[in-house]
């Protein structure tokens, strides 16, 4: 090929490779720049139809993320957070309500010393101490009595390996029992200590066997070695005037959807309630209208038509980019069943005549406060998955450009396919022209070197002749 290219317009003295260079610009506008457009135009379309696919879903995870962090649900609230406290718990309150709540006694944990020590590495004896688990009842005359649960003990080993007080304590700590014993280092001596859990079910006893100086870890009605420090006790409370009393003062069965912490015992009832904050509610419907406002005016910059110089937008005519904004529209004065038939129109949602979407703080607030329940519900609907049975879900208006932008990607792939075959058949046709000219070029050279032989040879006769 770079032979015959070197032989380009050096017989005829016409520059046959810009020549070649012109023919094939000329087919390759007039076959592919048509393709190449309508591919960029694709590209616009393909592009528009996921940032608006993606603006909406941003939208709707947005409002899920604030609807599923419970601010705008029901919140519980007490009016002593030193005596009292309440949280959501689990899927939060069935409902509102306002309760009483007296706590005469908070639960509390068996606590036991043992005998003070030289220090913690002193030996215990060696032997079995058995933990038993019941409760435990005063006799009133210092001694008391004990009811087993029912469980099996848990044994203690302590051996060679682990005959000092802190073996005896990390053995403790590592059976798995519930009961957490510690080390109390005072004025030079060691004392264990031991601690179970709450509740007047969570007594336990010690009773040793083995090493006579390991019985000085016992606990039993009726070798009581050790010293009580604090009796197992259930909390006593009373709600709404009902004696009610429970093993924790972390109690998250006694109102249905809240966790309750009990601080202190205190003889001033405290007050507990769980209500909707309108305000919360009210400022997430007025974000969202501003949202679907800034929505419909970036599909609308999409879809609006050639204006003078200025071009179309990408998804001018496009009929999916028409059906998003019809539907974004038709969300304002949708009923959901979820909510009991509530609309974004009767929070204060509207679309004006020129198109955008507003809030009207003040349509919100003659809101009926029954209703706000069903405005939470509202919003869960909108942000919920998307679903072809649900239209009205902001995720399900968004999935309506993934088969536009697929059906587009494939027009897409089919230019892209043509493009390539027109550079090859470019190739080819340039090829072609060259292998042409070239020949032409190369017959022009011959017939000047044969006209200038048969000059010279008329030239010799004429001299001859003279």
């Known amino acids: 090929m770079d032979s015959i290219i070197s032989t380009l317009g050096a017989g ?38 996921g940032q608006v696919r993606s603006a909406l879903q941003g939208i709707a995870t947005s409002l899920e993320t ?34 009483s709540l007296t706590v005469n006694r908070l639960a509390a944990a068996q606590q036991l010393a043992g005998p003070a020590l030289a220090g913690a590495d002193a030996p215990v004896g060696e032997g ?4 038993g688990f019941g409760t435990r009842t005063a006799n009133g005359d210092g001694s008391f009595g004990f009811a087993g649960n029912g469980s099996a003990g848990v044994d ?8 000092t007080l802190t073996g005896l304590r990390d053995a403790i700590n590592r059976s798995g029992a519930g009961i957490t014993a510690a080390i109390v280092a005072s ?5 264990l200590s031991l601690r179970g859990r709450e509740g007047a079910a969570n007594g336990f006893i010690l009773s040793a066997a083995g090493d006579p100086a390991l019985a000085r ?28 009393t429970r093993s924790s003062n972390v109690i998250d069965d ?89 609309r974004l129109l009767d929070l204060g949602v509207s679309v004006s005549r020129t198109g955008e979407i507003g809030y009207d703080a003040a349509r919100f607030a003659r809101l009926s406060p029954t209703r706000l329940g069903d405005a939470e519900a509202l919003l869960k609907a909108l942000a919920a998955p998307a679903s072809a049975s649900r239209p ?23 230019v892209t396919a043509r493009l390539a075959r027109e550079d090859a058949r470019l190739a080819t046709y340039r090829a072609t022209l060259t292998r042409q000219y070239g020949a032409m070029e190369r017959l022009v050279a011959a017939s000047k070197a044969v006209g200038s032989q048969l000059d010279q040879q008329i030239r010799a006769w004429q001299n001859r002749d003279s």
Not at 128 to 131: F, G, K
């Open 128 to 131: 079995t101490l058995t933990i």
């Open 156 to 163: 203690i080993v302590i051996d060679a390996t682990n005959n």
């Open 66 to 99: 604030r609807v599923g962090n419970g601010v705008l649900g029901l919140a519980p609230q007490s009016s002593n957070v030193g005596a009292v406290t309440i949280a959501a718990f689990g899927t939060g309150p069935t409902g509102a309500f306002v309760s």
């Open 12 to 49: 005829s003295g016409i520059d046959t490779k810009a020549l070649i260079d012109g023919l094939v610009a000329a087919e390759k506008s007039a076959r592919q720049t048509p393709l190449t457009t309508k591919a960029a135009a694709l590209d616009a379309r393909i592009s528009a139809l």
């Open 392 to 414: 009205s879900r902001l995720q399900s208006i968004a999935a309506l450009a993934t088969p536009a932008s697929q059906g587009l990607a494939q027009q897409k792939a089919a």
């Open 187 to 191: 004025n030079g001596q060691a004392t």
């Open 217 to 244: 870890f016992s606990y039993t009605p009726g070798a009581p070695a050790m010293a009580l420090v604090a009796g197992a006790v259930d909390a006593d409370l009373g709600l709404d005037g009902i004696a009610v």
């Open 254 to 342: 006694l109102v249905a959807g809240t966790r309750i912490r009990l601080v202190k015992a205190d003889a001033a009832p405290v007050t507990i309630s769980a209500a909707r904050d309108g305000a919360q509610i009210g400022t997430t419907v007025a974000d969202l209208a501003s949202a679907l406002s800034a929505m419909r005016s970036l599909v609308g910059d999409f879809r609006k038509g050639a204006a003078g110089s200025e071009a179309p937008g990408a998804l001018a005519n496009d009929a999916t980019a028409r059906l998003l904004d019809q539907r974004l529209a038709a969300l304002v004065a949708t009923p959901f069943a979820e909510a009991n038939g509530l």
